[in-house]
């Protein structure tokens, strides 16, 4: 039944978008909210939730508010109607790549609320889980303290130096997320231990977090990956409308109110233009570069790899030619630099039409496995907190760029990977065989 509804809202939302984008983009968003009513029970996919959420807080409502209001982003001007629905077509060719990887597979297992062994999961040693995280955070932020300054993404040469992502990633975001990893696995540790000490200990990792993460750079990122994990493992196989409604409503809600706080002057935001905050900004970059930016020669794969290659220096960047947000035919026509870009368009540009289709097979393939990992009685390992890191990684994923994405999904691995090893699996000592029979000579 939710494969049928999937296939008919796609027709539906193509022939929508064929005569008006504006009517497309609402389809997108009953089609959203369908599926994670689908979803909702207990034992389905996780990555399909986390998704159709995505997609229903960038890429359904917030376009279409734009287009039938013509706001303008960073100076581009009002891009055309033709524009908005080549872009929208891109996204469901990837929405349907996603839901074929998924054809033929079975649900997993319902979900038990209250069935954990208490005999799995046990952080080996709380004290020295705290205490590593708290020297690498600290000891890292101070080395290169100017680095917790940069507002958004990381900029290119602001130092001087062509290894800038690098030391971004080292001594700005993984400190961060390395406690914010430790604080996830001590709270999963409390909440099944229940014992005082473990809450304390959960207590005092999240004050660690919170210093960790003042001066706050890009805190949506941060706060993405370092406790959307947490809600993934706490609802992501019982309350599913929670961790969707939540992951909605913390980046359509308290993004923008957030942004306007704290960049109002920056970006020159005022109250009648809060609702379009240029957190939703993804659509209307790909209308803009597939209006103005000339059809390129397919990359077969360059582009994507040329993206993807964010944390080597300039001199050694993949394929630094295929990268559309350098063309000048993107730098002439927009104020920012850091776009938002979604992957999907990236593999158009490699693969033509078939390759956001490709593009979204490959990542639902992919995340079928990390889906058969999300089981709240698996054993707290660097395996099972790097796949909690990626679905939560998804969401900022999807909305782009990977050169401001790519950074904290890395760190947030490394970080899951730093408490994994500082954390244990606890067994219980097995009884000792009792011996039957004569005792031999």
Known sequence: MRTLSFWSGIVCAMLCG?????????????LSLIQLSMLGSSGGSVFLLIHYATILTY??????????QDV??????????????QALMLLLLYMAGVEAARLGVPDAPEHLPGAHDRRLIGVAHPLLLLLSCSLAAFASLFIRPELNFVARGVVGGASGEDNVPIDYIFYSTLPKLVVLLCFVALVIHAVRRRTLWSWCAAGLAFGLALAAANPVNTARQVLLIGLLPLLIHGLGRGRRWLLAGVTFGSIAGLGPVLNLISRGSMWGEELTTFPFSQDFDAMFVVAGILERAPIPDLGWGRYLLSAFSFFLPRDLKMFPDFDPLGWSAILGNFSQSNLSLPPFTTAYFDFGLAGPALFGFAISAGFRMVDRAIDPNRPLSGAYLSALVLLAAYVPFMRGPILGWGPFAASGLIAALIAGALSSRARRPLPRAVRHGLPSA
């Open 18 to 30: 064929l005569v008006d984008p504006v009517w497309g983009y609402a389809a997108v968003f009953a």
């Open 72 to 85: 303008e982003f960073w100076e581009a001007g009002v891009m055309r109607t033709d524009a908005y629905t």
């Open 59 to 68: 890429f359904s409502i917030a376009p279409a508010m734009q287009i039938s």
